[in-house]
């Protein structure tokens, strides 16, 4: 039985920084699929935010670009946010990329607030 956990959110202020991170128990997964960030904001579908492939290639939504950075190191999974706006609060999920529905964790929430 795999589970996914992510960690890391948080309240910040607007500009502000925070890194998330995800880690797979049950099964190493990280290491060896493409992994993928999501996150769903109130009243809205969940997100692609970012993708890693197994080499290691991260493609973002536009929305992120430039400002997030997705990789992968010792079996976890981390999403560096940087430059946050109020637009980048929800919950924050990992999985697989494409998304394998079983594996859906409880995710983090991030508020980007003043």
């Known amino acids: 039985q795999v589970q996914l956990v992510e960690s890391g959110g948080g309240l910040v202020q607007p500009g502000g920084s925070l890194t998330l991170s995800c880690q797979a128990s049950?099964?190493?997964?990280?290491?060896?699929?493409?992994m993928g960030w999501y996150r769903q904001a109130p009243g809205n579908q969940r997100e692609l935010v970012a993708r890693?492939?197994?080499?290691?290639t991260a493609t973002y939504a536009d929305s992120v670009k430039g400002r997030f950075t997705i990789s992968r190191d010792s079996g976890k999974s981390n999403l560096q946010m940087n430059a946050l706006e109020p637009e980048d609060t929800a919950v924050y999920f990992c999985?697989?990329?494409?998304?394998?529905?079983?594996?859906w964790g409880p995710g983090t929430q991030v508020t980007v607030s003043s």
């Open positions: 890693i492939t197994i080499g290691d």
């Open positions: 049950g099964r190493d997964i990280v290491d060896f699929w493409w």
């Open positions: 999985n697989l990329y494409p998304a394998y529905d079983p594996w």
